[in-house]
């Protein structure tokens, strides 16, 4: 596995689709993190960012491989293999972005509450920013695992149905996701932390289901 990673890695780097999630990250946190913000808002803003970001890096993934290349790789490893090393690439890409989306809101927020009045502190605000990214991150993983080859045989349905998904996701309350969030954002205006602890666990267990399905998948398909 870790050849293949390593692999998929190379892949990903090599081909720069990597560029526009990053972009479309980067343009996120530039709107939403504004220096003197509150802690806890900037952490939300910047979770909620991650999710699209991480749906279309797993798009870019699970699609980046030209199909002979593939072939070869499912045929010495296997496809389920090969299918997971493409969603865990995308997973430990998510996870750059949700560290350096950490460090930004550090860097540039009041640690106080909304109202700027009563003092938030860093440490346990930051762990709380970053349970909650990786909740976000996870869903994003698994509505772009759901979303593309070898879930939906459509290449043309895959954008449209991953960006509906990853918006009703962020906004539905039922959604984890949108849990983690809105834990951040309320908590903002008294001063209060909540560690998202029941929305990460959640999503981890969507995420490992959806990857499971799509690899599942990827043995039958290929």
């Known amino acids: 596995m870790n050849a293949l990673l390593r692999y998929q890695a190379a892949l990903l780097v090599g081909s720069h689709r990597w560029l526009p999630p990053v972009i479309l990250y980067a343009a996120f946190l530039a709107i939403g993190v504004q220096s003197g913000g509150p802690i806890l808002d900037a952490y939300g803003y910047a979770a909620a960012g991650l999710l699209p970001a991480a749906v279309w890096l797993t798009r870019v993934c699970v699609t980046n491989e030209p199909p002979a290349a593939r072939n070869c ?18 997973a ?5 972005l949700a560290l350096v989306g950490t460090a930004v809101v550090v860097l540039l927020s009041d640690p106080h509450s909304a109202d700027h009045r009563v003092a938030v502190p860093v440490l346990p605000a930051t762990g709380a920013g970053l349970l909650a990214a990786l909740a976000c ?8 695992a759901l979303c593309n080859w070898p879930v939906l045989r459509s ?28 834990g951040l954002v309320t908590g903002s205006a008294h001063g209060t932390i909540s560690a998202p602890w029941l929305p990460l666990a959640a999503t981890a267990l969507i995420a490992t289901a959806a990857t499971a399905v799509a690899c599942a998948l990827s043995s039958r398909r290929n």
Do not use: E
């Open 137 to 144: 991150l996870l869903m994003g993983i698994a509505i772009g």
């Open 73 to 90: 790789a499912a045929a010495a490893a296997g496809p389920g293999r090969v299918h997971l090393a493409c969603v865990l690439t995308a």
């Open 92 to 96: 430990c890409a998510g996870l750059l």
């Open 155 to 182: 290449p043309g349905w895959g954008i449209p149905a991953g960006l509906l998904a990853a918006l009703l996701l962020a906004v539905l309350g039922a959604s984890p996701a949108n849990a983690a969030i809105t």
